[in-house]
């Protein structure tokens, strides 16, 4: 019977519709449900190393482990970072790159997080606002200075200075750099970046 | 309910006011159990506000657009963050540069004379600082530095020595200029305290020898260099040199002005000149002498400048002998070019192709397509009775084939395949891809040949010319240089000591030729085990020992002796027959420069022997005579090289009392550069919300059908109760 077919084909289009966005609904929620369940599992692993051994990785078969803390008291977050900032681990946590100035010392160093998890509260950061940073040995507290969007293509951060070379008037601050994706809505992924660009608090000021 | 969300992962429309308020500092314990209760809230309604959140988001994006991308379109031209004065304002090129380069050519040296103009337009006091390289084999003798109509000669010191006496004159404020070696084929002059409005020219002069490959000679100009990749610390060797230049962004327009003149003396009659790079001007003055000007200037200092001359075919062997007398010494400098074998192939059963591509960022664009080609080429010329394997690397390497593979139609499809769909992605990391291609194999009978692809952007060549020089074993290394400015002076040196060579394509339409040749080489039995032999006391051959010798190359060989040898004899094998050439050497031509050519060839030697021994670092007695050998044979030639820099300092102080800032000039980036100097920022974009829209979306859709197939089943029982019989 013709519109029996019709309709059983038109059933299994419903229910094929449904199971994909059922797929779809999972993949994003596993996007976000990593970020955020790996955020506690993180908190062991930092909570270890700040009694002392390094790279404590918070999974047997992990391989990064938490080297810093950044706090935004305003924003009320808290996340744990760590070290790299390649795929597999900022789908865990914000990646503090390497290669860049260590944290706290003269130079820029760079945290990069994904826009839509972790480093979305970046678009509401203003100059002025404190980030704190801890690390295993100390407490950093940086000033936002400017937000600006950038294009990844030609904006690049200078590696850790080598303060043997002849290196030029690059002020003596630590620096920092968090980075994101832009626009923060965009479905497709962009070559911009969002990026705010923030300045040791001169220990002076730190008894205010 | 306070929805204290996070921040993170709902943005702004669900910020409370008392969140915003600064003066709410909680004790932090409290804080974090507060933010525990207020998670296990949030995830429960995470759903319910993640559906909201992005419909508000949307509704809000349709009503107002998005003003930020506006706001942040009037972006600085140069946008280097060192680019800035202590007094935290950021600076654009103030102070500018012009080059002139004229060179003058005869036979296989080259002579050059460089200008660098600085300019200041602005009113304060400034220093330069510019870096750029020149050819790998180029050694710099002479420095001048021009103020106004006063010439002042640049005197040759030990390095520290020039860095003080450069220090001292920049405080009492006297015009000075410092040339030094910043990293084995990059220079950086530096030049201090150039008043407002004034003008200081630099001129230097260095000497090369010209490589020459049958039918001619081929020169390089590198106007740019390429930003190199910079390892991670860990990874970086004890000698590593940051970059200094600040770059330019992609798509400004490249400044730094070159002028090129160029008077070119071949010694054999010349049939084409030709540069593939840039256009030319050129003036036959008789068959062997040639003038070539460039033609425009800024244009093009975004690549490097090429130039090509071919020579008549001649059927007598090419031999050019030159010689210098200095001071009881004789200098001679042998070129020989020996005649073809005909058609002798080597056993090509025995034979491995290892083929290593650099898939790397930097390769991104015009690099990897040439890279492609020039593999796909060299893998359409193999024959069922070679193996061969792929190798690919960025900051990873991996192999096609577990082992080297027979040369299949099979496995020819596979590899190029794998070719085909490969990206330029991430970071250079040329040392384990090395480490992989030189892995001996059980098979160690066979001639193993390693084609290395790369442009060479990296910066710890010294670590990974330690580790050619030991795991080389019976492999060759031959090297081929793509993109608009690969770092030859590594892949030179690679090749020279990995006993094979370095090929350079600069254009996709040189690929097949280029390649042509370098398979012809490959599949040829190269000229071994050379010696050189003369009638002289006191006799000092370089290079130590002579390198293999391949398909359409010469032999070049330099000498020092008490008194000039009559008579030269070379011996060497071909596919192991014994073969030998002797040369009267009494027509020798009297040349200029035939010194600093066999100091620049003996300091080579010297530096590579100290970096071997600076690797083993417990023999600290042979560095330092090694070192002191060095320094005072680069000050005996007057040469800038790793210990020696050169320093010219006015007289007469011209700034008295005002401050200087010191300024990088910007570089130009190579052509076809996609990638930066420094740090690029990670990726962080996640398909999290499209795939929530897509989710969306299909619900609606799914919704949609089942409201028609709804509508259609009332239909249908209406039309049933009009009369008609039930099916």
């Known amino acids: 019977m013709l519109n029996g077919s019709v309709t059983f084909m038109l059933r299994a289009l419903v229910a094929s519709l449904i199971l994909g966005a059922l797929w779809h609904v999972l993949a994003a929620a596993q996007i976000y449900g990593k970020a955020w369940i790996a955020q506690t599992l993180l908190e062991k692993a930092w909570n270890q190393t700040l009694t002392g051994p390094s790279q404590v990785k918070p999974w047997p078969w992990a391989d990064f482990w938490p080297v810093a803390k950044l706090t935004m008291l305003r924003l009320d977050v808290e996340q744990i970072v760590l070290a790299g900032d390649s795929g597999n681990v900022l789908a865990f946590a914000p990646g503090y790159n390497e290669a860049s100035a260590k944290i706290g010392e003269i130079g820029i160093s760079l945290v990069g997080g994904h826009r839509d998890t972790h480093f979305r509260f970046l678009e509401d950061l203003v100059t002025g606002d404190e980030l704190i940073i801890q690390t295993s040995t100390a407490q950093i507290i940086y000033v936002v200075e400017r937000t600006e969007v950038v294009d990844e293509r030609d904006y690049f951060v200078p590696a850790a200075l080598d303060l043997n070379s002849d290196t030029l008037a690059s002020g003596n601050d630590a620096q920092l750099i968090l980075s994101t994706c832009y626009p923060f809505d965009a479905l497709v992924p962009s070559s911009s970046r969002f990026i705010v660009l923030a300045k040791q608090k001169r220990s002076t000021e730190k008894n205010d | ?727």
């Open chain 2, 1 to 727: 309910m306070k929805l204290s969300s996070q921040g993170v992962l709902f943005a702004p429309i669900f910020i409370s006011e008392s969140d915003a308020d600064k003066e709410w500092l909680p004790d932090r314990r409290e804080l974090s159990l507060q933010r525990k209760r207020a998670r296990r809230r949030e995830w429960c309604t995470a759903i319910v506000l993640f559906v909201l959140w992005s419909l508000a988001d949307s509704v809000l994006a349709g009503v107002e657009p998005t003003s930020l991308e506006g706001q942040h379109s009037a972006a600085p031209a140069y946008r280097s963050l060192w680019l800035k004065t202590p007094d935290g304002n950021e600076v654009r090129d103030t102070l500018s540069l012009s080059t002139d380069i004229s060179m003058n050519i005869s036979g296989p040296i080259l002579r050059a004379t460089v200008k660098q103009r600085f300019r200041n337009p602005t009113t304060q006091w400034l220093e330069g600082v510019y870096s750029y390289p020149l050819p790998e084999q180029a050694a710099v003798d002479q420095l001048r530095m021009h103020v106004g109509e006063r010439v002042i000669e640049g005197q040759i010191h030990e390095h520290n020595k020039a860095q003080k006496i450069f220090d001292k004159a920049r405080k009492a404020g006297k015009r000075s200029t410092m040339l030094k070696l910043d990293r084995v084929n990059r220079f950086t002059t530096q030049v201090t305290n150039i008043g407002p409005g004034e003008d200081i020219v630099v001129e230097f002069s260095y000497q090369q020898v010209l490589d020459y490959r049958v039918p001619g000679y081929a020169l390089r100009f590198p106007i740019v260099s390429t930003p190199s990749y910079t390892p991670p610390p860990s990874q970086r060797g004890p000698n590593h040199v940051m970059p200094v230049n600040a770059y330019r962004q992609e798509g400004s327009l490249p400044g730094n002005p070159v002028s090129i003149d160029i008077n070119l003396n071949a010694g054999f009659p010349i049939e084409s000149v030709r540069s593939a790079s840039h256009r030319v001007k050129t003036d036959k003055l008789s068959d062997t002498h040639y003038r070539i000007v460039l033609d425009g200037s800024a244009a093009a200092s975004n690549k490097d400048f090429l130039l090509r001359w071919d020579l008549k075919p001649s059927s007598e062997p090419m031999v050019r002998i030159l010689r210098q007398d200095v001071q009881g010494e004789s200098y001679g400098l042998l070129m020989v070019m020996p005649q073809q074998s005909e058609n002798v192939g080597i056993d090509r059963s025995r034979r491995e192709l290892i083929m290593v591509q650099d898939v790397s960022g930097s390769m991104q664009g015009e690099s990897i397509r040439q890279a492609r080609s020039a593999l796909l080429q060299t893998i359409s010329q193999l024959n069922e009775n070679d193996f061969f394997n792929l190798i690919f690397f960025n900051n990873q390497s991996w192999k096609l084939f577990p082992d080297a593979v027979r040369a299949s139609q099979n496995n020819i499809r596979l590899a190029r395949s794998a070719l085909i769909n490969q990206q330029a992605d991430g970071g250079t990391e040329i040392f384990p891809a090395l480490e992989l291609a030189l892995q001996s194999t059980a098979k160690s009978e066979r001639l193993r040949q390693i084609v290395f692809v790369t442009d060479g952007a990296v910066s710890n060549e010294d670590n990974l010319f330690s580790l050619i020089r030991s795991k080389l074993g019976e492999s060759r290394l031959f090297t081929v240089g793509v993109g608009s400015a690969p770092n030859s002076y590594f892949m030179r040196n690679a090749a020279q000591i990995g006993r094979g060579t370095f090929t350079y394509v600069s254009r996709p339409n040189q690929v097949g030729r280029k390649i042509g040749a370098l398979m012809q080489s490959l599949n040829s039995p190269a000229l071994t085990d050379l010696t050189l032999t003369l009638d002289a006391q006191n006799l000092n051959v370089l290079p130590d020992p002579l390198p293999d010798v391949y398909a359409g190359e010469p032999i070049y060989a330099y000498f020092k002796a008490d008194r000039f040898p009559s008579q030269a004899e070379l011996r060497g094998n071909i596919a192991s027959v014994p073969s030998w050439l002797s040369v009267p050497l009494d027509e020798a031509e009297q040349f200029e420069g035939v010194a600093v050519a066999w100091a620049r060839e003996k300091l080579a030697g010297l530096l590579d022997r100290y970096r071997y021994e600076a690797k083993q670092s417990d023999n600290l007695p042979t560095q330092e005579s090694l070192r002191d050998e060095i320094t005072s044979l680069a000050l005996k030639h007057h040469q800038v090289s790793r210990f020696t820099s050169l320093v010219a300092v006015d007289v007469t102080p011209a700034r008295t009392e005002e401050a200087i800032s010191k300024r990088r000039l910007p570089a130009n980036l190579p052509k076809g550069w996609k990638g930066h100097e420094g740090i690029r920022l990670a990726k962080t974009a996640t398909p999290m919300v499209a795939d929530f829209f897509t989710a969306l979306g299909l619900f609606f859709l799914a919704a949609l059908v089942l409201w028609a197939l709804r509508l259609w089943a009332a239909q249908r029982v209406k039309t049933n109760d009009s009369g008609q019989l039930p099916c």
